[in-house]
């Protein structure tokens, strides 16, 4: 077991560093299909592992080897295999294996595929190591990789300014949550010394609510402290809003990229990193009312965005955001197998979305315009059908995997006796409406719009080769199937995460005495939404209102401008550039930098030189006379010191 374990870990990393060494020497296919060959064997050895920890109560941890050790503490690379973190396991390599697999014909033309599928190697063993780390520091390992691999892959492109502009923007937002996650784990070693999850778990219960901690004369409260950090971490790697500007940005690397980023790796390690860290958010209730509140907002700010853009891929980016409002939301009310329940379901349908888009654009020569698109139904047939069924899954559709898991959010918040419920609850209601109206309104420009392609795109439009296709119908069958099959390890009686996850708050039995009446208000928000969508997009007469709606109009600027978020951190950045820049400059660089630095230690070795050299006047009984006193100088001195020991 032990073995299996470490295998299903390294094989990544063994194929990143296979490749990367001797890439050259295999050639670009051969290392491709080395890379999904240990990724395959890697999926089926964590199935196996599913199959014996998905019972209640059972789970492996293992010590791999000590890292490093300081005194009586010793950091270990402690793997822990319980029921949440096989599940995530068997996500993450799912959702890999297809991106491996569809990027063997989405990237066949492209000169560094090699080096390429080595960046996805090496991101999904970081990923992997995050799942299973049972230490902080082992945890913070894989959570700084994810980053670094971001930006590598985002950037793969290089020579494209944008790319690399948005990697940069995505790795300095990252860099606020790492630093802040730091301070967290040092906060932690410092007032419990440890940083073994299982055993600050244990040791939680025990700490004083009382203990505080001294910031500039101002007594603070440890563990909201600790909290506030680790809040922080989550809100950027998650892109919560204030945060989230990255993610949209991030759509500038491959399309694969984008479905492994959205899907199953880094922008859901901030859920995941709560539901890690649960047993500590149980003692920060302020916290968990952040997450509830920010997530409400973030799922209802990400659908108005959406509904107003026009580049596929940030659509879909968008609906990512507000995906995950909904997961930290669940979070939030203590209900951490729901959020991950949401979570599961959610990585395999926007996979499903992220790979049909990338499907549609390679077709259209790489375009992304939904303006540039249209007619497209009878020509790419196989990805309309999986797309739509990626749209109705987000959408919420009944018996797919988006209806079990998020309907079941919203009947959480319909049960709970928060006092700011009702508000987030229309918060959701509406996030509802508006994922039905920007997912038909992305399916309509596709699909059903008048043709408004290029002419050299529609001579050479075709669907997408035989093993792209069979990958997306592949990501379809769990995108119908995942909801209802899991329901019972999530919903029902938790009983398989007993161990792992805490559930509190609401008892799973209230919901089935919810009227139904509330229980088909998401189901009847969507088929609004698709309704009004049908109504603006498609019928005539209401083509002149929403050309208005959609093209000059205030609320359209504020929507297409992203809430202005952007403009208001270039503003900040070009302030402390323009001005606060210049005054620091001259007042730290070209003042007390320079005044104690180069031209201070010239100033002071030119003095000193002056002074040696006034006693070189060439007259020995001068010599003698400065000798002689530096001597008595000298032994008065040791006899002082000995005076006063």
Same mark, same amino acid.
């Given at each position: 077991m032990a073995l299996h374990t470490s295998f299903v870990l390294f094989l990544p990393f063994f194929t990143f560093v296979l490749i990367s060494g001797f890439g050259f020497w295999f050639g670009r296919q051969f290392s491709c299909r080395l890379a999904i060959v240990n990724l395959a064997l890697a999926w089926f050895l964590t199935v196996e592992?599913?199959?014996? +920890?998905?019972?209640?109560? @059972?789970?492996? $941890? !293992?010590?791999?080897? =000590?890292?490093? /050790? %300081?005194? *009586?503490?010793?950091? &270990?690379? +402690?793997?822990?295999?319980? @029921?949440?973190? $096989? !599940?995530?396991?068997? =996500?993450?390599? /799912? %959702?890999? *294996?297809?991106?491996? &697999?569809?990027?063997?014909?989405?990237?066949?033309?492209?000169? !560094?595929?090699?080096?390429?599928?080595?960046?996805?190697? *090496?991101?999904?063993?970081?990923?992997?190591?995050?799942?299973?780390?049972?230490?902080?520091?082992?945890?913070?390992?894989?959570?700084?990789?994810?980053?670094?691999?971001?930006?590598?892959?985002?950037?793969?492109?290089?020579?494209?300014?944008?790319?690399?502009?948005?990697?940069l923007k995505a790795l300095l937002i990252n860099r606020i949550g790492d630093f802040f996650l730091l301070i967290g784990i040092c906060l932690i070693v410092k007032f419990f010394h440890i940083t073994h999850l299982d055993l600050l778990s244990a040791l939680l219960p025990y700490f004083s609510l009382a203990t505080t901690l001294l910031i500039f004369n101002f007594s603070v409260a440890t563990l909201p402290l600790i909290g506030f950090c680790l809040m922080i971490a989550v809100v950027s790697k998650s892109a919560q809003l204030g945060l989230h500007t990255w993610l949209p940005d991030a759509m500038e690397g491959p399309t694969p990229v984008s479905a492994l980023i959205h899907a199953a790796t880094m922008v859901t390690a901030g859920i995941l990193l709560v539901i890690k860290l649960s047993f500590f958010f149980e003692m920060t209730p302020i916290i968990l009312q952040f997450f509830y509140f920010l997530g409400g907002i973030t799922a209802l700010s990400g659908g108005l965005i959406g509904l107003f853009q026009y580049d596929i891929k940030k659509i879909i980016a968008y609906s990512t955001c507000s995906q995950l409002g909904y997961m930290l939301l669940a979070c939030g009310l203590s209900q951490y197998s729901i959020g991950f329940y949401h979570l599961v379901n959610h990585a395999f349908f926007k996979a499903l979305l992220f790979l049909t888009a990338g499907s549609i654009i390679h077709a259209l020569q790489g375009e992304q315009d939904l303006r540039r698109m249209g007619g497209l139904l009878h020509s790419l047939p196989v990805s309309y059908f999986v797309y739509l069924i990626g749209t109705l899954a987000l959408c919420g559709f009944p018996f797919l995997a988006g209806f079990y898991s998020k309907d079941l959010i919203i009947q959480v918040l319909t049960a709970s006796a928060w006092t700011s419920a009702y508000f987030i609850w229309w918060c959701l209601l509406f996030a509802t409406f508006l994922t039905a109206l920007y997912s038909f309104r992305s399916l309509y420009y596709i699909f059903f719009a008048f043709i408004n392609s290029y002419r050299r795109s529609l001579f050479s439009l075709q669907e997408s080769p035989t093993l792209l296709l069979l990958v997306l119908v592949g990501l379809a069958v769990p995108s119908c199937v995942v909801g209802y099959s899991l329901q019972s390890f999530f919903k029902d009686s938790s009983l398989f995460f007993l161990d792992t996850i805490p559930t509190g708050g609401i008892h799973f039995l209230f919901l089935e005495y919810l009227p139904l009446s509330l229980k088909l208000l998401p189901f009847l928000c969507s088929f609004l939404g698709f309704s009004l969508g049908y109504s603006l997009f498609s019928v005539e007469f209401s083509m002149s209102l929403t050309s208005w709606l959609f093209s000059s109009s205030p609320l359209t600027r504020f929507f297409t401008f992203r809430l202005y978020i952007d403009t208001l951190y270039n503003c900040i950045a070009h302030w402390c550039l323009t001005f606060a820049g210049p005054v620091l400059y001259e007042l730290f660089d070209k003042g007390v930098l320079e005044y104690f630095g180069p031209f201070g230690l010239e100033r002071l070795l030119s003095w000193f030189a002056l002074a040696v050299d006034r006693f070189h006047n060439f007259h020995l009984f001068y010599y003698q006379l400065v000798f002689l006193y530096f001597f008595f100088v000298a032994q008065f001195l040791g006899e002082l010191l000995w005076y006063l020991k």
């Amino acid at each position: 077991m032990a073995l299996h374990t470490s295998f299903v870990l390294f094989l990544p990393f063994f194929t990143f560093v296979l490749i990367s060494g001797f890439g050259f020497w295999f050639g670009r296919q051969f290392s491709c299909r080395l890379a999904i060959v240990n990724l395959a064997l890697a999926w089926f050895l964590t199935v196996e592992m599913l199959w014996y +920890t998905c019972f209640p109560g @059972a789970m492996a $941890t !293992f010590e791999v080897a =000590t890292w490093f /050790s %300081i005194g *009586l503490s010793s950091i &270990t690379w +402690t793997l822990s295999f319980t @029921a949440l973190n $096989t !599940f995530m396991l068997c =996500t993450v390599l /799912s %959702i890999s *294996l297809a991106v491996h &697999t569809y990027s063997l014909i989405y990237m066949q033309n492209d000169p !560094f595929i090699a080096r390429f599928f080595s960046y996805l190697s *090496l991101f999904t063993f970081f990923m992997l190591l995050f799942v299973v780390a049972n230490d902080l520091l082992v945890l913070f390992l894989g959570w700084e990789g994810i980053g670094l691999c971001s930006y590598l892959l985002i950037s793969f492109w290089y020579t494209r300014v944008a790319a690399h502009q948005s990697a940069l923007k995505a790795l300095l937002i990252n860099r606020i949550g790492d630093f802040f996650l730091l301070i967290g784990i040092c906060l932690i070693v410092k007032f419990f010394h440890i940083t073994h999850l299982d055993l600050l778990s244990a040791l939680l219960p025990y700490f004083s609510l009382a203990t505080t901690l001294l910031i500039f004369n101002f007594s603070v409260a440890t563990l909201p402290l600790i909290g506030f950090c680790l809040m922080i971490a989550v809100v950027s790697k998650s892109a919560q809003l204030g945060l989230h500007t990255w993610l949209p940005d991030a759509m500038e690397g491959p399309t694969p990229v984008s479905a492994l980023i959205h899907a199953a790796t880094m922008v859901t390690a901030g859920i995941l990193l709560v539901i890690k860290l649960s047993f500590f958010f149980e003692m920060t209730p302020i916290i968990l009312q952040f997450f509830y509140f920010l997530g409400g907002i973030t799922a209802l700010s990400g659908g108005l965005i959406g509904l107003f853009q026009y580049d596929i891929k940030k659509i879909i980016a968008y609906s990512t955001c507000s995906q995950l409002g909904y997961m930290l939301l669940a979070c939030g009310l203590s209900q951490y197998s729901i959020g991950f329940y949401h979570l599961v379901n959610h990585a395999f349908f926007k996979a499903l979305l992220f790979l049909t888009a990338g499907s549609i654009i390679h077709a259209l020569q790489g375009e992304q315009d939904l303006r540039r698109m249209g007619g497209l139904l009878h020509s790419l047939p196989v990805s309309y059908f999986v797309y739509l069924i990626g749209t109705l899954a987000l959408c919420g559709f009944p018996f797919l995997a988006g209806f079990y898991s998020k309907d079941l959010i919203i009947q959480v918040l319909t049960a709970s006796a928060w006092t700011s419920a009702y508000f987030i609850w229309w918060c959701l209601l509406f996030a509802t409406f508006l994922t039905a109206l920007y997912s038909f309104r992305s399916l309509y420009y596709i699909f059903f719009a008048f043709i408004n392609s290029y002419r050299r795109s529609l001579f050479s439009l075709q669907e997408s080769p035989t093993l792209l296709l069979l990958v997306l119908v592949g990501l379809a069958v769990p995108s119908c199937v995942v909801g209802y099959s899991l329901q019972s390890f999530f919903k029902d009686s938790s009983l398989f995460f007993l161990d792992t996850i805490p559930t509190g708050g609401i008892h799973f039995l209230f919901l089935e005495y919810l009227p139904l009446s509330l229980k088909l208000l998401p189901f009847l928000c969507s088929f609004l939404g698709f309704s009004l969508g049908y109504s603006l997009f498609s019928v005539e007469f209401s083509m002149s209102l929403t050309s208005w709606l959609f093209s000059s109009s205030p609320l359209t600027r504020f929507f297409t401008f992203r809430l202005y978020i952007d403009t208001l951190y270039n503003c900040i950045a070009h302030w402390c550039l323009t001005f606060a820049g210049p005054v620091l400059y001259e007042l730290f660089d070209k003042g007390v930098l320079e005044y104690f630095g180069p031209f201070g230690l010239e100033r002071l070795l030119s003095w000193f030189a002056l002074a040696v050299d006034r006693f070189h006047n060439f007259h020995l009984f001068y010599y003698q006379l400065v000798f002689l006193y530096f001597f008595f100088v000298a032994q008065f001195l040791g006899e002082l010191l000995w005076y006063l020991k």
